[in-house]
C-alpha cells in the first residue's frame, strides 16, 4: 500500500513570543514494514538545525524560529510504501536494551487495577507472545474508544477507572500492564489511514510495542484490536506519549497558546 501525508501543525499565539524552539520526531522509521518515497518537514519562518538518530533508531530534527513569533507552522508531506509485517519491527535498527523500557512513568503508572487485569489477563498463558496478545485484548475490552472523553495527561490508571479513552489512553494502558507482568513495552506514535473495515480513521495515531525474546518489538494497537500493518506508518517511541511525541518545543513570552492541527492520509492507487 502507498500512502500519502499531509499534517499541519500550527501554534496561534494572542501576543508576539520571543524565540521559539522545536524538536521534531516526524520522520518515518527505518524498518521492513514501510519505505519513504518522499519526505518533508518544514517550519514556515524556521531556520532548520542539526538532526541524528536517538538510541531507539528515531531520527530527530531541530528548529529554531526567530522573533517576534506570532505563529509556529509545522507541514509534513510525505508518500511512504506499508507492507503487513504482522506488527514485527524487522529491521530496525536501535541501541536502547529493551530491558530499559521496563520503567515505568507518570503516565503508566501501575495502581492495583491495572495490576489486577494484567494478573488476570496471563493467568495460564506459558509463551510471552501468548502474554502480549491476551494483554492487548484485555485492554480493548476495558477501556472503551470515546473522543473526547479524556485529556493529553489523562494516565492509564485514570482511563482504566473511567473505561474510556482514546488511543493515547489505551497505548498507556496496555504499556502498563506489559510492564507489570515483566514485558518490556513502549509508546509508539504515527498514521493510521482506515479502520480494518475501511472505515477512515483520526489520522495522528497512538499504540504500544511489546518485547517478546525470539521475535523482537512486536506492535499492539488495543484502540483497533488488531497489530499494525499496512494501513499505519510507524514515526517514533518511548516510554510514553510525552517522550514519543512528535513536536516537543519551548517558547519565550507569556503569550495564551492556541493548537490546531489537520491531518490526512490517502490510498495511492496502484
Known sequence: MILTVNHVTTYDYDAPMGAAVQSLRMFPSRFEGQRVIEWDVSVEGGLRGGSFRDGAGDRIEGWSIRPPVDEVAITVTGQVETFDTSGVLRGHRELVHPMAYLRETVATWIDDSLAALAEEAVAGATENLDRAHRLSAAISEAIAYKPGATHSHTTAAEALAQGEGVCQDHAHALVAVARCADLPARYVSGYLFATDDGTPHEAAHAWGEIWVAGIGWIGFD????????????????GLDAREAAPIRGITQGSGEERLHVTVALDQVQQ
Open 222 to 237: 488495543p484502540a483497533n484490536k488488531c497489530c499494525p500493518d499496512e494501513r499505519y506508518i510507524r514515526l517514533g517511541s
